[in-house]
């Protein structure tokens, strides 16, 4: 069930939305003539999907695969196919295994599937190559290959997502990759055990809620976790902050917390932030990326990004019982 205002053919037209926006080499840029990341773009494309564009969604994994780097990492940011940030993000790089599980779930053929998993191969073996000894994932390294040696809870907790699908779709095609659960479940415990390995970032909601969207904490842990700080993030009526001293509520953070209060099986709670981020959907049919909730003025005033019309979608789908209920499903 999703809210009364937003019915299947609005959500078909915020599909529409991110299409119009793909480039004819496949790539999904934030906006038209925006920056293209790896992260953002596996997200709008399995938005893609989830909307029956699957011919769409094939043709942006496709230029993942053309544009990866020897190493098995993608640079952190493209614009017209030139790098414009050099950074080897490793959160960037491993959400390909997130976005392939939901691409094989909606149908993919087997040998598009497995052309794909090669180059997960290859991406998370540049990802746990920056594992390190406490199982911590550290956030990235610099093009001559020199590593942050720190976590990021936010990114590490959706590279543990992305490596247990990675694990899901090794099972089904047949080509088994024990070294992924090993490594996710030593991430887990770094997550859970070891605060000190990761930059304190606790006024970004991100970092509150994203070690239950990404499976790292469930059961009555994951309901304590979001209580927690509920009333520092959470504005009724308008959405959830994008940090906890700022009056800024962003369309993105809103569906990612409804994502997470799926996987808490509090679907109605999760409705209700979806509805309350249509104040932000655009006359095209595309998000505006927030807006200050003093006074209601968008901001950024000019940037509808692909990625957070995707995240509307997604959040969609997984209230609805979908196949992105699926994938937050892989790490139980």
Same mark, same amino acid.
């Given at each position: 069930?999703?809210?009364?205002?937003?019915?299947?053919?609005?959500?078909?037209?915020?599909?529409? *939305?991110?299409?119009?926006?793909?480039?004819?080499?496949?790539?999904?840029?934030?906006?038209?003539?925006?920056?293209?990341?790896?992260?953002?773009?596996?997200? *709008?494309?399995? $938005?893609?999907?989830?909307? +029956?564009?699957?011919?769409?969604?094939?043709?942006?994994?496709?230029? =993942?695969?053309?544009?990866?780097? $020897?190493?098995?990492?993608?640079? !952190? &940011?493209?614009?017209? %196919?030139?790098?414009?940030? !050099?950074? #080897?993000?490793?959160?960037?790089? *491993?959400?390909?295994?997130?976005?392939?599980? =939901?691409? /094989? /779930?909606?149908?993919?053929?087997?040998?598009?599937?497995?052309?794909?998993?090669?180059? @997960?191969?290859?991406? =998370?073996?540049?990802?746990?190559?920056?594992? +390190?000894?406490?199982?911590?994932?550290?956030?990235?390294?610099?093009?001559?290959?020199?590593?942050?040696?720190?976590?990021?809870?936010? %990114?590490?907790?959706?590279?543990?997502?992305? =490596?247990?699908?990675?694990?899901?779709?090794?099972?089904?095609? +047949?080509?088994?990759?024990?070294?992924?659960?090993?490594?996710?479940?030593? #991430?887990?415990?770094?997550?859970?055990? !070891?605060?000190?390995?990761? /930059?304190?970032?606790?006024?970004?909601?991100?970092?509150?809620?994203?070690?239950?969207?990404?499976?790292?904490?469930?059961?009555? /842990? $994951?309901?304590?976790?979001? *209580?927690?700080?509920?009333?520092?993030?959470?504005?009724? %009526?308008?959405?959830?902050?994008?940090?906890?001293?700022?009056?800024?509520?962003?369309?993105?953070?809103?569906?990612? #917390?409804?994502?997470?209060?799926?996987?808490?099986?509090?679907?109605?709670?999760?409705?209700?932030?979806?509805?309350?981020?249509?104040?932000?959907?655009?006359?095209?049919?595309?998000?505006?990326?927030?807006?200050?909730?003093?006074?209601?003025?968008?901001?950024?005033?000019?940037?509808?990004?692909?990625?957070?019309?995707?995240?509307?979608? @997604? &959040?969609?789908?997984?209230?609805?019982?979908?196949?992105?209920?699926?994938?937050?499903?892989?790490?139980?």
């Amino acid at each position: 069930m999703i809210p009364a205002s937003l019915t299947g053919s609005d959500l078909t037209a915020t599909v529409d *939305a991110i299409a119009r926006v793909q480039r004819p080499d496949g790539s999904i840029p934030w906006y038209a003539g925006g920056q293209v990341d790896p992260w953002n773009h596996v997200e *709008a494309a399995m $938005a893609l999907d989830v909307g +029956g564009r699957h011919d769409e969604a094939s043709r942006a994994y496709d230029w =993942l695969v053309r544009m990866q780097r $020897a190493d098995g990492s993608w640079h !952190a &940011a493209y614009r017209d %196919g030139a790098v414009i940030d !050099a950074t #080897l993000d490793t959160n960037l790089c *491993a959400y390909l295994g997130t976005g392939l599980w =939901l691409h /094989q /779930q909606c149908g993919a053929p087997d040998p598009e599937v497995r052309s794909i998993f090669a180059c @997960l191969e290859r991406a =998370l073996g540049f990802v746990l190559s920056l594992q +390190g000894d406490d199982g911590t994932v550290w956030w990235a390294c610099d093009a001559a290959g020199r590593p942050w040696r720190r976590g990021l809870v936010t %990114g590490s907790s959706c590279v543990h997502l992305s =490596l247990a699908c990675a694990a899901r779709i090794a099972d089904t095609i +047949g080509i088994p990759h024990p070294e992924w659960e090993v490594a996710r479940r030593r #991430l887990g415990w770094a997550l859970r055990t !070891a605060p000190g390995s990761f /930059q304190d970032k606790r006024r970004w909601a991100m970092d509150w809620y994203y070690p239950v969207l990404g499976g790292v904490i469930s059961g009555s /842990q $994951a309901h304590a976790r979001i *209580a927690s700080r509920w009333d520092d993030f959470v504005v009724p %009526g308008r959405g959830v902050r994008c940090v906890s001293d700022r009056p800024w509520v962003t369309a993105a953070e809103t569906c990612e #917390l409804a994502l997470a209060l799926v996987r808490c099986d509090d679907r109605d709670r999760a409705v209700e932030l979806l509805e309350w981020a249509q104040h932000l959907r655009g006359d095209d049919a595309a998000y505006w990326t927030g807006a200050n909730f003093t006074d209601g003025c968008i901001f950024p005033p000019d940037e509808q990004p692909t990625w957070t019309t995707a995240a509307v979608v @997604l &959040a969609a789908d997984a209230i609805s019982g979908g196949l992105v209920a699926t994938v937050l499903d892989a790490t139980r």
